[in-house]
Protein backbone atom coordinates (compact mmCIF):
# COMPACT_ATOMS: atom_id res chain seq x y z
CA UNK A 1 0.00 0.00 0.00
CA UNK A 2 1.46 3.14 -1.31
CA UNK A 3 0.69 6.51 0.42
CA UNK A 4 0.84 10.00 -0.55
CA UNK A 5 1.46 13.41 0.55
CA UNK A 6 1.20 16.59 -1.03
CA UNK A 7 2.47 19.84 -0.12
CA UNK A 8 3.14 22.92 -1.74
CA UNK A 9 -0.01 24.56 -2.26
CA UNK A 10 -0.86 28.19 -1.58
CA UNK A 11 -1.87 31.54 -3.14
CA UNK A 12 0.19 33.09 -6.03
CA UNK A 13 -0.27 35.92 -8.76
CA UNK A 14 -0.55 35.32 -12.57
CA UNK A 15 3.06 35.33 -13.39
CA UNK A 16 4.27 33.15 -10.33
CA UNK A 17 5.86 30.33 -9.12
CA UNK A 18 5.14 27.41 -7.04
CA UNK A 19 6.36 23.98 -6.32
CA UNK A 20 4.29 20.89 -5.36
CA UNK A 21 5.82 18.21 -3.25
CA UNK A 22 4.49 14.46 -3.42
CA UNK A 23 5.85 12.14 -0.60
CA UNK A 24 5.38 8.95 -1.00
CA UNK A 25 5.74 5.49 1.54
CA UNK A 26 4.87 2.35 2.07
CA UNK A 27 6.16 1.22 -1.14
CA UNK A 28 8.87 0.84 -3.77
CA UNK A 29 8.29 4.21 -5.36
CA UNK A 30 11.31 4.43 -7.44
CA UNK A 31 9.10 1.86 -9.72
CA UNK A 32 5.80 3.46 -10.07
CA UNK A 33 4.66 5.61 -12.80
CA UNK A 34 3.56 9.29 -11.25
CA UNK A 35 1.10 11.68 -12.45
CA UNK A 36 -0.10 15.11 -11.30
CA UNK A 37 -4.09 16.07 -11.91
CA UNK A 38 -6.06 19.26 -11.01
CA UNK A 39 -9.96 20.14 -10.30
CA UNK A 40 -11.15 23.11 -10.35
CA UNK A 41 -14.90 24.22 -8.44
CA UNK A 42 -17.28 22.54 -11.18
CA UNK A 43 -15.28 20.85 -13.41
CA UNK A 44 -13.83 17.16 -14.01
CA UNK A 45 -10.03 16.34 -12.91
CA UNK A 46 -7.79 16.62 -15.64
CA UNK A 47 -4.22 15.55 -16.57
CA UNK A 48 -1.27 17.68 -15.62
CA UNK A 49 1.84 15.82 -16.06
CA UNK A 50 2.93 12.09 -15.67
CA UNK A 51 6.37 10.83 -15.25
CA UNK A 52 8.12 6.86 -15.91
CA UNK A 53 10.07 5.49 -12.98
CA UNK A 54 13.45 5.87 -15.48
CA UNK A 55 12.06 9.76 -15.44
CA UNK A 56 10.44 9.81 -18.98
CA UNK A 57 7.42 12.97 -19.11
CA UNK A 58 4.40 13.78 -20.76
CA UNK A 59 2.14 17.11 -20.14
CA UNK A 60 -0.82 18.15 -21.11
CA UNK A 61 -0.88 20.89 -23.92
CA UNK A 62 -1.96 23.46 -21.54
CA UNK A 63 1.12 23.62 -19.33
CA UNK A 64 3.87 22.50 -21.53
CA UNK A 65 6.09 24.85 -21.26
CA UNK A 66 5.44 26.43 -18.23
CA UNK A 67 5.44 23.10 -15.91
CA UNK A 68 8.03 20.56 -14.90
CA UNK A 69 7.56 17.16 -13.26
CA UNK A 70 10.37 15.73 -11.82
CA UNK A 71 11.35 12.80 -9.24
CA UNK A 72 13.98 12.31 -6.62
CA UNK A 73 13.72 8.40 -6.19
CA UNK A 74 16.31 8.11 -3.23
CA UNK A 75 13.81 10.49 -1.33
CA UNK A 76 10.51 8.82 -2.30
CA UNK A 77 9.45 12.33 -4.30
CA UNK A 78 7.59 13.59 -6.99
CA UNK A 79 7.80 17.50 -8.08
CA UNK A 80 5.43 19.53 -10.05
CA UNK A 81 7.23 23.00 -10.33
CA UNK A 82 5.20 25.75 -11.85
CA UNK A 83 5.97 28.54 -13.43
CA UNK A 84 4.13 31.68 -15.42
CA UNK A 85 0.92 30.58 -13.96
CA UNK A 86 -2.30 31.87 -14.87
CA UNK A 87 -5.91 32.24 -12.89
CA UNK A 88 -6.67 29.00 -15.01
CA UNK A 89 -4.46 27.01 -13.18
CA UNK A 90 -5.89 27.35 -9.63
CA UNK A 91 -7.57 24.15 -8.54
CA UNK A 92 -6.38 20.83 -5.99
CA UNK A 93 -3.53 19.43 -7.02
CA UNK A 94 -3.41 15.64 -6.55
CA UNK A 95 -0.69 13.53 -6.85
CA UNK A 96 -1.17 9.74 -7.93
CA UNK A 97 1.08 6.50 -7.95
CA UNK A 98 0.18 3.19 -10.90
CA UNK A 99 2.67 -0.19 -11.25
CA UNK A 100 0.29 -1.57 -13.69
CA UNK A 101 3.06 -1.66 -16.15
CA UNK A 102 6.71 -2.10 -15.63
CA UNK A 103 7.94 -0.52 -18.98
CA UNK A 104 10.92 1.89 -18.28
CA UNK A 105 8.90 4.95 -20.21
CA UNK A 106 5.46 4.01 -19.09
CA UNK A 107 3.52 6.68 -17.90
CA UNK A 108 -0.64 7.32 -18.34
CA UNK A 109 -2.58 10.62 -18.70
CA UNK A 110 -5.83 8.28 -17.51
CA UNK A 111 -6.54 8.77 -13.92
CA UNK A 112 -8.43 5.48 -13.89
CA UNK A 113 -4.96 3.61 -14.53
CA UNK A 114 -3.68 5.20 -11.38
CA UNK A 115 -3.91 2.73 -8.29
CA UNK A 116 -2.75 5.24 -5.22
CA UNK A 117 -4.05 8.92 -4.98
CA UNK A 118 -2.84 11.73 -2.45
CA UNK A 119 -5.30 13.85 -0.72
CA UNK A 120 -4.60 17.06 -3.03
CA UNK A 121 -2.91 20.32 -2.31
CA UNK A 122 -4.99 23.80 -3.24
CA UNK A 123 -3.37 25.99 -5.91
CA UNK A 124 -5.04 29.48 -5.92
CA UNK A 125 -3.75 32.31 -8.92
CA UNK A 126 -4.81 35.67 -8.50
CA UNK A 127 -4.94 38.11 -11.44
Known amino acids: QVQLVESGGGLVQAGGSLRLSCAASGGTFSRYAMGWFRQAPGKEREFVAA???????DYADSVKGRFTISRDNANNTVYLQMNNMKPEDSAVYSC?????????????????????WGQGTQVTVSS
Open 96 to 116: AATRRYSGRYYKTRMGSDYDY
Open 51 to 57: ISWTGST
